[in-house]
């Protein structure tokens, strides 16, 4: 992976502002900002006052040292709920004001109905890897389904604390200290070791992955039961 300077960072900001006056800020999320050294790619959501063609902002990051994804948003204009949630998780201003952030604060805590969807993007990574050949692309889809399914308990851990927050080290230790270790758990196992690490065992991917989506289901089901009152 190459090592970005924050010189780097500021220029990448210049470029873009160059090919566009009217950008307000400019906010970075997502693994680059948590775990630089592991990243494949830099998130940007920018908030202009009036939005180009996607093609004047992908033309400015393509030679930058390694791939940048861009998102450009008006302001009072909605984030998708994904996005927002890695902003508030992460977000960290480059240029500008922070009107981004701000906005995507008043985003309400997800609700268990909305948790259990997310399975079903663990189950495509799954199945992505699965069906391709190309060992790199199957590595990288089984992490994504590895990580996933611990997106899956994060956001079931927001659900029961009825909370926007979604830093994970801030969520395990608001949960009571039950639910606090399995957490610990899922983060150490899905998100770090599998997910970024690749360590997930490759002869058993199968029963390892059911394995893992049973557990985080019942740290769900388990999670909501505790958030209604009735007795585990």
Request: hydrophobic share 40%; proline share 4%.
């Amino acid at each position: 992976m190459a090592h970005i300077t924050k010189r780097e960072l500021d220029n990448l900001c210049e470029t873009l502002r160059a090919v566009d006056a009217d950008i307000r800020d400019i906010v970075m999320f997502g693994s680059f900002v948590y775990a630089p050294s592991l990243a494949r790619d830099i998130d940007l959501v920018i908030t202009t006052t009036k939005r180009k063609d996607y093609d004047v902002y992908f033309d400015a990051v393509a030679d930058f040292p390694i791939n940048v994804d861009v998102i450009a948003r008006q302001p009072g204009e909605r984030i998708g709920d994904r996005i927002a949630w890695g902003i508030k998780a992460v977000g960290q201003v480059l240029a500008g004001d922070g009107q981004t952030i701000e906005e995507v604060m008043e985003m309400p805590a997800p609700t268990f109905e909305r948790v259990r969807k997310i399975f079903y993007l663990a189950d495509e990574n799954f199945s992505n890897a699965q069906n391709t050949q190309d060992p790199d692309i199957k590595d990288e889809a089984y992490k994504d389904a590895f990580n996933k399914l611990f997106d899956v308990a994060r956001n079931a851990a927001m659900a029961y604390l009825g909370s926007e927050q979604t830093r994970w080290g801030q969520l395990r230790r608001a949960l009571p200290q039950l639910f606090s270790e399995r957490f610990r758990e899922i983060i150490d196992t899905l998100h770090i070791d599998y997910g970024y690490d690749g360590n997930y065992p490759i002869d058993d991917v199968n029963e390892e992955f059911q394995r893992c989506r049973d557990l985080v289901e019942q740290f769900v089901d388990d999670l909501e039961k505790a958030a209604s009152g009735d007795p585990l």
